[in-house]
């Protein structure tokens, strides 16, 4: 398969190296050793597949140009867009046979994979409450970015990640999320939020760009026990435990995987990608879900 990079941030570059021989050409309208300034100047002849790692404004617009030419698009994390747009997206993938992916590479952690075969397992029998972080320390980037530090910030950005991970684990978590508390400490827009569902199971997810380490962390609570995560392999050690409970009461036995290797996600991601445009198939509905969700949680943090 052949594929073109549209974006050369920190994403494209990642995306580029995942590629590997695969990778075509660029395109970047602000990138000097970018091979193209717009998309539409890349021969369509020459590429079947786009990676596209751009800001959030163009992305509806480029995947519409993407799909109508019958390419394969693989589109970073998120994707917004009203609910009629991104709609109308999968009604064009699906038209035309071609898939349309957008990315969230923590799907392919290891210990995310774990937890989600634990969970599907039923093991841990009735899951009663599962609380996510996400922080890192990019505060200081975002504000001095040109186009990042707007609107809800951190919510959207790492928000969308915990809502994507709850999505994958649990296939649609409970409804009616509602924000606790959202904060504007450094940036313009919101560098600390939290956030939640009180459904079942309860759901406490907490982002934040003021973490001077970058690290994240999982807690399940069960009927018949615990599961947690610790770090992701990108800032390892990451570990993965899992307790069984005791009755009436006691130290649980434990098992405990600790993981020191590079990031595997993106190749891993890579290549779901090429063996979805082999058979077709888009996650559009996965981002309709998400969108309307942070919509609705960006409302209510911008009211606090």
Known sequence: MRVIVVGLGVQGAKRRASAGSDYVASVDPEKAEADYKSVRDVPLSAYDAALVCTPDEPKVELLEYLLANRKHALVEKPL?????????????????????????????????VNMKQLLDSGRLGRIYAIRMFYGNGTARLVRDSAWRDQGAGVLPDLGSHLLDTALYWLGKPPEGFRVHSARRFENRAFDHVAFGSDGEPLLQFEVTLLSWRNHHYTDVFAEKG???????????????????????????????????????????????????????????????????????????????
């Not at 991104?86 to 923590?106: F, Q």
């Not at 006691?250 to 290549?271: H, M």
């Open 80 to 112: 917004f867009g009203e609910r009629k747009e991104l709609g109308a997206l999968k009604a064009l993938a699906e038209a035309n046979r071609v898939s349309c992916y957008t990315a969230y590479n923590h799907r392919f952690e290891p210990h995310f």
């Open 226 to 304: 615990s599961a947690h995560i610790t770090s992701l392999c990108k800032w390892g050690p990451s570990t993965f435990i899992v307790r069984e409970r005791k009755l009436p009461s006691g130290r649980p036995e434990e098992q405990v995987e600790t993981l020191e290797q590079p990031d595997p996600t993106w190749a891993l991601e890579y290549e779901h990608f090429k063996a979805l445009c082999a058979k077709g198939g888009n996650n559009i509905a996965n981002d309709i879900w998400i969108n309307d969700t942070l919509a609705d949680l960006s409302r209510q943090a911008l009211a606090h």
